[in-house]
């Protein structure tokens, strides 16, 4: 089965979309789906091939508004496959946030309407928004998936920057920023409200030690906003993953509330208490022949970048790591080798926060 797509859509360098098509393997990665669709120009979307993947997104999108996770869109699709795909739209508990799903596809729709005028697209985008106000809580947060009504899927998710993502889409929308400005006043009022939510959410859930603010758990409960559990591996803790992005958004904002600049001030205090110093990655062929890695301490002399773990204790910030058991260890190399090296366990986003929030405290002074 061949899978088509604009062929210069993988070189990250190209200025400017050709029309040739590219063949890929039957099992292209869904991950490449929301990295394509936003390296596309807006040449691109005057093309045919734009055509045929906005027709894809249309047939992925369920009944709910929003759209499914893990499916590269762009496939070209036998007749079985479209079958597939119309028979599982009323599969509603499918339709999610999570991976860029929804706000990678609602992005793409408005690109196309703006290039082609063509209302079913419009149409479909509007659908996708207004899924998003629905699946958002009356607290502000939105989970993973919705409707679905149990398991981890209904906390508050800013695990891989999920709500956060659908917050710079809320923010861009409200301000009739490209390629949104088509959308009619009223949607914009209504973003521009669900993202004053989201944020209040945001600084309801900035988790305190001894009274102090820090910064986020990956995920909160949707009840009492408390940092909370989702698989084995991902306990209640600090995030030195997600916060980051959070913060970012948060210095995003024009005319920043009070509250919001305590809110950040205290989250970058957090990432400095917790940089990782002189630690590096090192790969290593282990004993039965795997391709592996451990953090080893820097040479004497050598420049090493600084380092946050993605999970710190709630109570006195040690970096933990955890395998499909559950249980917190706190040296890397006491989890098993598919955890190790399946999951993220160190980043270094604080010094993108760092950057911005020389920037954003100069801005606030003038």
């Keep these: 089965m061949k899978r088509t797509i604009v062929a210069c859509l993988l070189a990250l360098s190209c200025t400017s979309m050709a029309t040739a098509q590219q063949t890929y393997r039957d099992k292209q990665s869904y991950k490449d789906w929301p990295k394509l669709a936003a390296k596309l120009d807006a040449d691109f979307f005057n093309t045919e091939e734009a055509l045929r993947i906005g027709d894809n997104i249309l047939l992925y999108q369920q009944t709910t508004g929003g759209w499914p996770k893990n499916i590269f869109i762009p ?9 597939e795909a119309i028979g599982r739209k009323d599969d509603i508990n499918e339709s999610t946030i999570d991976n860029k799903a929804t706000t990678t596809e609602i992005t793409y729709l408005s690109r196309l309407y703006n290039a082609t005028g063509i209302e079913k697209y419009k ?4 659908q996708g928004i207004r899924y998003l106000f629905e699946a ?7 989970p993973q998936f919705y409707p679905r009504s149990k398991g ?12 956060t993502n659908v917050l710079k889409q809320m923010r861009d929308i409200s301000k009739g920023k490209a390629p949104y400005a088509y959308l009619p006043e009223d949607i914009r009022h209504q973003a521009k409200e669900s993202m004053d939510k989201g944020v209040d959410c945001i600084l309801k859930t900035q988790v305190r030690q001894n009274g ?6 990956a995920q909160h409960d949707e009840h009492t906003l408390a940092p909370t559990k989702a698989r084995a591996y991902e306990l209640p803790s600090l995030s030195g993953q997600e916060s980051d ?6 210095m995003s904002l024009s005319k920043p509330s009070p509250e919001i600049i305590a809110s950040v001030d205290a989250a970058v205090a957090w990432f400095k208490k917790v940089q990782i110093n002189g630690l590096k990655r090192e790969t290593f062929t282990n004993a039965e ?12 002399g050598e420049k ?3 380092l946050w773990a993605r999970f710190y204790t709630l109570e006195d910030n040690r970096p933990f790591f955890c395998d499909r058991d559950g249980i917190m260890h706190f040296d890397l190399s006491e989890i098993g080798h598919e955890r190790r090296n399946g999951y993220s366990w160190y980043n270094d986003g604080g010094l993108k926060v760092f950057k911005k929030y020389e920037e954003w405290k100069k801005k606030l002074k003038k």
């Design 212 to 217: 102090v603010l820090t910064v986020w758990c």
């Design 245 to 250: 992005d959070i913060v970012l958004f948060l």
């Design 304 to 306: 090493c970048t600084p």
């Design 136 to 142: 958002q809580y009356d607290n502000g947060g939105w």
């Design 152 to 163: 981890y899927y209904t906390h508050i998710t800013y695990n891989d920057d999920a709500m």
């Design 75 to 83: 496939a070209e699709l036998t007749e079985e496959e479209r079958q």
């Design 289 to 300: 022949g795997k391709k592996d890695y451990r953090m080893v301490p820097c040479r004497e």
């Design 123 to 126: 149409d479909a985008a509007i």
